[in-house]
């Protein structure tokens, strides 16, 4: 089952437990800022290699805007992984909520 979060229930859930930050978009939208302790994935690649990309259940699926992101979440659902989450509003949603990106 895939739910839905918003950026607050994110910190949240990754504050309190260990949880898989997977950022979907493209390595020019991840140089422009994302959510700290995320790790980049891009979809194609995600698409291409799921089960090697995706470590373990207990996963926050991250994007701009959150189309992409529940993508990845619906593939890594039919790809037997569990505990998933969309981030709504994807990283807009998180800095319209007052948390910062990274910017490596």
């Known amino acids: 089952m895939i739910s839905a979060v918003t950026a607050k229930e994110a910190q949240e859930l990754m504050v309190r437990g260990d ?40 996963i926050i699926f991250v994007c701009a805007a959150g189309v992409r992101s529940q993508t990845a979440a619906r593939l890594a659902e039919a790809g037997g992984f569990g505990q998933l989450y969309n981030l709504v509003g994807g990283t807009r ?12």
């Not at 949880?19 to 891009?42: F, I, M, N, Q, Y």
């Open 93 to 104: 949603g998180w800095v319209e909520a007052g948390l910062p990106l990274v910017r490596d």
């Open 19 to 58: 949880l898989d930050v997977v950022d979907v978009r493209e390595p020019r939208e991840w140089s422009s800022g994302h959510v700290p302790g995320a790790r980049l994935v891009p979809l194609d690649k995600l698409r291409a290699s799921l089960k090697s990309e995706l470590r373990r259940d207990g």
